[in-house]
């Protein structure tokens, strides 16, 4: 039994990426005197809960992954792990992280990790081999983590919690067309449609919507009260950059255009949430 194979289930960059998004929240919505160990318990659980749903999602996708050049090294098309193990272990993390959640944090956080957790495997998965109806859908459990963080720091549901949904919802969509973009040769051979139909100026003009959307909805902490100018000027010059290189991009469409495009969005939005933090601690 390989340890480093179980690990490898549980997608850490994506779930380490998740956690820090919860922790800014719930941060952002302490507005600086958030409970250190409240903030530890919300991030745990939602590592554990996201793990297992990332875990049960490669059970699912275990044939598909089999076939696609970027995935077929994964720890079930290899055989370093075998479906049922993985299954165990996915079902087992993700019930840990929900019940850790409703116990160290309340029902507001678990329940938007649960819905994430629904979404993500009971919509978005399947959606892939049909529309491109996935990608749109796909962005809601990317973005409930932002719910989990502010729910579990002020027990409620508010505008700002809405706020930092909708920031993280938006620029998932030019970062994901992005990396489909680049891959549209690998999700061809499985039949994943998580681009639209009608070619790369279509694709194109998606990204720039998003990122264009994105603009004003990135200022809108600094606009309801929870974080300051610095937040405000770092989001705007952020943001204006990312639009830059969407506009880029789609005039262009070429693979490292793509590529481009996808690396922006690695940074853009960890530079939100660490001028989001700044701002408020």
């Known amino acids: 039994m390989s340890l480093g194979a179980y690990y490898e289930l549980t997608k850490p960059g994506i779930t380490g990426y998740v956690m820090v998004t919860v922790g800014v929240s719930a941060a952002v919505a302490g507005g600086g005197d958030l409970a250190p160990v409240l903030a530890l318990h919300a991030i745990v659980g939602t590592g554990l809960a996201t793990?297992?749903?990332?875990?049960?999602?490669?059970?699912?996708?275990?044939?598909?992954?089999?076939?696609?050049?970027?995935?077929?090294?994964?720890?079930?098309?290899?055989?370093?792990?075998?479906?049922?193990?993985?299954?165990?272990?996915?079902?087992?993390?993700?019930?840990?992280?929900?019940?850790?959640?409703?116990?160290?944090?309340?029902?507001?956080?678990?329940?938007?990790?649960?819905?994430?957790?629904?979404?993500?495997?009971?919509?978005?998965?399947?959606?892939?081999?049909?529309?491109?109806?996935?990608?749109?859908?796909?962005a809601v459990p990317g973005a409930l983590p932002t719910l989990i963080g502010w729910t579990a720091a002020t027990g409620s549901?508010?505008?700002?919690?809405?706020?930092?949904?909708?920031?993280?919802?938006?620029?998932q969509l030019p970062h994901v067309l992005g990396l489909a973009w680049m891959l549209r040769a690998d999700y061809a051979l499985v039949g994943f449609k998580l681009i639209p139909a009608g070619g790369g100026r279509l694709i194109g003009a998606h990204m720039m919507a998003a990122t264009v959307l994105l603009l004003p909805v990135s200022l809108t902490p600094t606009l309801l009260g929870i974080t300051g100018a610095w937040y405000f000027g770092g989001a705007l010059l952020a943001?204006?950059?990312?639009?830059?290189?969407?506009?880029?991009?789609?005039?262009?469409?070429?693979e490292a255009a793509a590529r481009k495009l996808f690396l922006a969005s690695l940074v853009y939005h960890p530079v939100l949430l660490g001028f989001m933090l700044f701002d408020t601690v």
């Open 51 to 138: 793990a297992g749903a990332l875990a049960l999602n490669q059970y699912v996708e275990r044939e598909v992954d089999a076939v696609m050049t970027r995935t077929r090294h994964r720890p079930l098309p290899s055989g370093r792990l075998q479906p049922n193990q993985a299954l165990s272990f996915g079902a087992a993390l993700l019930a840990a992280g929900l019940v850790y959640l409703a116990v160290a944090c309340g029902w507001w956080p678990a329940a938007f990790a649960a819905l994430s957790g629904v979404a993500y495997l009971a919509v978005y998965t399947p959606l892939k081999k049909r529309s491109y109806a996935a990608t749109l859908a796909g």
């Open 157 to 171: 549901l508010d505008v700002g919690a809405l706020a930092l949904f909708a920031i993280a919802y938006l620029w």
């Open 239 to 254: 943001s204006l950059g990312f639009l830059a290189v969407a506009v880029g991009t789609a005039r262009d469409m070429s």
